[in-house]
């Protein structure tokens, strides 16, 4: 069993920076991949960034190349997401999520999920 608890949204303005965590409950794995996805008012959850713990390898959607960045920190168990130069569209529930079936944004393919940090940007 896996617990996740993200940390670190809040309010921030146009063009700040941001970086969000997300901490780790209970057994890890190699084959294990861990992402960070993102819900805005009324819109569909979109696919932010993820990777892979044993390998450090990632993937990123078009959108998010050059401005977010996920990392993790083995020995503490943390994933974290770096988002730089923010806008107010990227006004969201930001959810961390773990899976075992491959690095990529299937929600459906990651099995444990946080209760997400909401994170808003204002002008």
């Known amino acids: 069993q896996v617990q996740l608890v993200e940390s670190g949204g809040g309010v921030v303005q146009i063009g700040e920076s941001l970086r969000l965590s997300c901490t780790i409950f209970?057994?890890?794995?190699?084959?294990?991949?861990m992402a960070w996805f993102r819900q805005a008012p009324g819109k569909e959850r979109e696919f932010v960034a993820a990777i892979a713990w044993s390998s450090g390898g990632t993937v990123y959607p078009g959108s998010m190349v050059g401005r977010f960045a996920i990392s993790t920190d083995k020995f503490k168990k943390m994933v974290y997401l770096q988002m730089n130069s923010l806008k107010s569209e990227d006004t969201a529930v930001y959810s961390c999520a773990v899976g075992m079936k491959g690095v990529h944004g299937i929600p459906e393919y990651y099995a444990y999920w946080g209760q997400g940090t909401r994170v808003t940007v204002s002008s």
């Open positions: 209970g057994h890890t794995a190699d084959n294990m991949a």
